[in-house]
């Protein structure tokens, strides 16, 4: 079966970095568009970034362009989100997901498979 695992969240103070891993398995993974959202206590899930299937196009929420880099390695089934000048806002769940739409798919309905999510905290 489809399986996405993040990993690399943790705790960090404002203005760090941190880098999220999410390898997939089950998957062809060279077909699909991979995203990344997150979401925090009581608040909806949010888009963060997606790359398209060649990783040739990357598309970004507004509250993260500029300061959040998605990327991926076919060879290794894995999406990588680096985030730097990390913000206490920027505190969620993190999660990846794979579509088979549209490169810039910003919706969580239209991502067909998720993981479970990795935790990021940030400390003012």
């Known amino acids: 079966q489809v399986q996405l695992v993040e990993s690399g969240g943790g705790l960090v103070q404002a203005g760090g970095s941190l880098r999220l891993s999410c390898a997939a398995s089950?998957?062809?993974?060279?077909?699909?568009?991979m995203g990344w959202f997150r979401q925090a206590p009581g608040k909806e899930r949010e888009f963060a970034a997606a790359?398209?299937?060649?990783?040739?196009?990357?598309y970004y929420g507004d509250s993260v362009k500029g300061r959040f880099t998605i990327s991926r390695d076919n060879a290794k089934n894995t999406v990588y989100l680096q985030m730097n000048s990390l913000k206490p806002e920027d505190t969620a769940v993190y999660y990846c997901a794979a579509t088979l739409g549209w490169s810039g798919s910003s919706s969580p309905n239209q991502y067909n498979y998720w993981g479970q999510g990795t935790q990021v905290t940030v400390s003012s």
């Open positions: 790359i398209n299937r060649r990783g040739s196009s990357t």
């Open positions: 089950g998957l062809t993974f060279g077909a699909y568009v």
